[in-house]
């Protein structure tokens, strides 16, 4: 059977190869049609998941889409996109315009098949994937465990919603500085990080899993807080009637289609998020058109299920609209932004979150990276309560840990956040000033 499974996506991708070759890909880059924007249009052959793509490197790159127009009705995709940079402005920068001319047009190696879209292979590190009930405190007691077991952290991204938690963690031998393989130590490192996503809750709802080869980090937290059901709306939610994304699903009749309509406040890689879920869920787009206008954003796409139906029910209704919502709402950017910079070492991301903890700060969503040598980190904070963050407060962490290394973007001032509690919004739990999380009783608590 597996065998026949193999010959089967071998013969697919043979296939695509073939089509690629009759037909290949173009892609025309234009500065001066449009005043505001560069428009980088896409023409190739159809195939399922190559919008995402498409999307996927325009976003990796930090390209801003502000339009796009989308056609893939039949066995020919033909996509307009216009772009700017993080600054509002065109794309001038020849590296930046020939990668992707490079990426999308003829020399592009689009790996073939779905189950390899976003995927980069890599032994320089070990990807630890977490996903359970958020609590205070949690990605604190996980880095805390990592450091007793001598793993570095050198690249991270958390993202919390609904009261459910999910991280990609990347780590190194402490030693060797290379990915970790042993099977005993592997299997270690998984059975202490399950129980301390357990907690006191034993019965608990938690996952552990530990792979050599990371896929598109973004993409698969998506994937992995939909498999964990974060989109099931709970009590507390009904809360934020009035932030939440308006998502309409309708059918069109006549032409067999389901339209999606996405009205909500725009974004970076808002596009990426609904695309990626859409796909996800087996939906493929069939035309599409986006536009920006200020600060909203309004997406239309018109989608059919791998099947070939529109949506069906009023079932399937509901939880497309609730899918895409959760997609929108995991990574919304509310809170001070606070970016960390300095020489990487072994424990600096459970020592600054215990700062930020003793300071009463809570983390919204986190971005951990390591450039040459150097930790590059990224955090999204406000008070624990749900008051503004106090300049002071922010003035006391920047002391500990350095004014050069902790800047601040944008300030405390701005933050209007009303008195509330949150149930999305403990991971790195800014409600307790115990330091006894950074001691190892802890680590054999959970052995």
């Avoid at 939440?244 to 069109?252: Q, T």
Wanted: aromatic share 6%; with cysteine.
């Amino acid at each position: 059977m597996e065998m026949n499974m193999s010959f089967s996506h071998d013969m697919d991708d043979e296939y695509e190869k073939l089509i690629r070759r009759m037909n290949p890909p173009r892609v025309v880059i234009d500065n001066e049609s449009c005043k505001n924007a560069t428009v980088i249009r896409v023409d190739s052959a159809n195939k399922h998941g190559i919008l995402l793509e498409v999307v996927q490197i325009l976003t990796d790159l930090n390209l801003i889409i502000t339009k796009a127009y989308i056609s893939s009705d039949g066995n020919w995709f033909m996509d307009v996109f216009n772009v700017t940079d993080q600054d509002g402005n065109k794309i001038t920068d020849e590296g930046i315009l020939d990668y992707i001319t490079k990426s999308l047009g003829p020399e592009s190696c689009f790996i073939s098949s779905m189950r390899s879209v976003g995927v980069k292979q890599s032994m320089d590190h070990t990807a630890i994937e977490l996903t359970g009930t958020d609590r205070p405190g949690l990605l604190s007691e996980v880095s805390a465990v990592l450091r007793h077991l001598k793993c570095n952290v050198v690249g991270a991204e958390v993202w919390t919603h609904n009261t459910r938690a999910a991280a990609v963690m990347q780590v190194t031998d402490e030693e060797t500085g290379t990915a970790i393989t042993d099977p005993e130590r592997l299997s270690r490192i998984k059975t202490l990080l399950s129980n301390v996503l357990k907690g006191s809750n034993k019965s608990g709802l938690a996952k552990t899993a530990v792979s050599h080869s990371a896929t598109h980090t973004e993409r698969r937290l998506h994937q992995m807080m939909f498999a964990d059901r974060d989109y099931e709306r709970t009590a507390d939610d009904a809360l934020d009637d009035r932030q939440r994304p308006n998502v309409d699903v309708v059918n069109w009749y006549d032409k067999d289609y389901s339209v999606v309509t996405i009205k909500c406040k725009d974004r970076p890689k808002l596009l990426f998020d609904t695309v990626c879920t859409l796909t996800d869920m087996d939906y493929i787009v069939f035309h599409a058109k986006i536009d920006t206008e200020g600060s909203d954003s309004y997406q239309e796409f018109y989608i059919r299920h791998v099947d070939g139906s529109p949506v069906k029910s009023d079932a399937e209704r509901q939880r497309v609209t609730q899918c895409l919502e959760a997609a929108i709402k995991r990574r919304v950017s509310e809170g001070l932004k606070l970016e960390l910079c300095t020489t990487d070492r072994v424990g600096l991301l459970s020592d600054v979150t215990r700062i930020f903890r003793e300071n009463s700060l809570t983390v919204i969503r986190a971005e951990v990276a390591t450039k040459s040598g150097k930790a590059v980190n990224t955090f999204y904070v406000r008070d624990a309560s749900g008051y503004p963050v106090q300049p002071k407060t922010i003035d006391s962490i920047r002391q500990v840990i350095g004014q050069t290394i902790l800047k601040v973007k944008g300030s405390p001032e701005d933050l209007k956040s009303n008195p509330q509690e949150s149930p999305t919004r403990f991971l790195f739990g800014g409600l307790f000033k115990s330091r006894s999380f950074v001691n190892f009783s802890l680590v054999r608590s959970y052995s």
